[in-house]
């Protein structure tokens, strides 16, 4: 017989809109679970321990009457996202018992995974496996494959990115360094200011909520103008920006996170610059970059081993804090890569 | 002795906020001119034929306090743009008299050009020389670059233009159309509609004025989305595309005619699709592309040829109708590409 455990969930309440609460999920422990995959199945059985709390799980909490890019969450069944866990039963010819994976699971102890082939195989288990929700996982392929795929970098050039210190923010400005660019950081605290330059090597930061005047702080941070900007919070930033462009420049698309609450997105006004100064901007999504994964976790597990990217991350601990993590994303609570931590093993 | 003439010109007044008018311009002929060029000089002196009306130049009328794409006009000062003139005398090796060209000249009758390298040589003469104004000069350029440099069309894609019926728009719905696209076009009224759908051949049309909801028109006619957008006028226009376009689709970012004259653009709200459908949004400039311009006048030569291009301009006769001509744009007023007749040899 196999063993049956109880399995604490973070279950989803019901749609919302505006900013997300903590009292829009409940942590429960109603059911039960059987540590076994069903019989005929090629399911695997994961024990989670690290799940991560990403921006565009807020999208999943409001109602969409078309289909969205992602499927909305379902009211009273748990939350679901990327995580990290470790394989307690399968059988799935390519998982085996003692396997580490990262990919999309539950918010509970013990998921059941029906289509394991969307699990990645964690391949180093000689760096913390709470990486694979950051720095080696979903948040750290959008940096590399947006920036190096998306905003054609040359050594040299002036690099902007907001949400600087977060899980992509981070890795993002760190690639562009080693690419030789001068790399400029905006963040929402005198402390995440400090960390873009003395931890992640940031030429310059600054504290948004504390320029009066966006414009002129990119006007001053870059007098020649930028050639990038890697966009992750939309709005009145992507304005500013769009005026202090070099021609021939270059916006990767990545997030607008300003605008995830709000009824009616803000308006950009200074898109007329994108013909006179000749700007490209490109949306994308990570997903279209999975195929990269191979490659990306290769070179950046090199530059670990060399000590030539640094990473700082943001760990709740159980899955009782998982609520709050994820809600304070939209507040700028997390400071690095925000995950929970279910089980350290 | 050089023959001395008078020399009829639309001066420009003064710098303008708001809608141009008439009044903004003066026709004086105060001036006269020695019909040769200074000695010593590689000048040539242009009769000027043709004039093109382009709604680029009311970016000319403003006062930049920090340098724009273009040169803003000086008051009190000859009105400059694109036109189609003869060759009158040259110092210059590569012109000789009786020559026809293209390129930058006053709004007179004769312009001394005094760098004429950046004109182009006028090398076939067996269509109307006025065309050297629209089809095939600066706008037919930008069609033919904007269309196939910057949109990656494939045949079969589905493809939305704005101000249609215009100098640009009317040549990339048929250059659409040549590579086997779905082309709906969107103009300003019922007769430009009925000559999208009856002599350029789009698939569709619609007169954007009498949609109450241009999201709506847009969902009518393209059930399955948008995979090219080439804006010509932004606003509430690329709004509505935003949300109607496809995965993976493109936006080449021409104009935006419909805020050149508004003390501060319109607010885009619909920006979150780039990332959500991965589009890509590109401005550009014509002037990039003057190295293609023999390609592409070879390539369109052979459309007109062979019957496979149409063509519509509106002729405005004489310098005295230059300003209403020109002003007209920004009410739609002209019907194909607005051009002013200075002289018919
Ligand atoms: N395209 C893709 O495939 C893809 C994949 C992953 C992530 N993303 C996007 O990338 C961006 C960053 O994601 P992440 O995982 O790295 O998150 P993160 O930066 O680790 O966390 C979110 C951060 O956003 C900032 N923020 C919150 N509200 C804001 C506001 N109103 N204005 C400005 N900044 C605000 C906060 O930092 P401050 O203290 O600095 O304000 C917060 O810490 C998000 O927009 C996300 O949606 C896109
Ligand atoms: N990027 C470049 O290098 C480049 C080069 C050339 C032209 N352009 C741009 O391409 C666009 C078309 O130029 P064109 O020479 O072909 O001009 P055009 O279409 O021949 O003439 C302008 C037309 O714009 C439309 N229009 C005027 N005000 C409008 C408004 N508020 N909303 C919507 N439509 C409006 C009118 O047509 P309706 O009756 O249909 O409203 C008018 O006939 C312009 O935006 C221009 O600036 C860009």
Redesign the interface.
Known sequence: MAEVRANKKVVFKDFITGFPKESDMEVVTTDTVRLKVPEGSTAVLLKNLYLSCDPYMRSRMSKHDEA??VPDFVPGSVITGFGVGKVVDSSHPDFKVGDFVWGTTGWEEYSLITAPEMLFKIRYTDVPLSYYTGLLGMPGLTAYAGFHEICSPKNGEYVFVSAASGAVGQLVGQFARLMGCYVVGSAGSDEKVSLLKNKFGFDEAFNYKKEPDLNAALKRLFPEGIDIYFENV?GLM?DAVLSNMRNHGRIA????IS?YNLE??????????????????????VF?FYHKYPQFEEITMQYIKDGKINYVEDAAEGLENAPAALVGLFAGRNVGKQLVVVSHE
Chains 1, 2 share one sequence.
């Open positions: 969205s890019y939309g992507l698309v990545c997030g607008m605008q009616k997105p803000e308006g950009v006004h200074n898109l007329f610059y994108l013909i006179t100064k000749r700007i490209r901007m490109d949306g994308f999504l279209d």
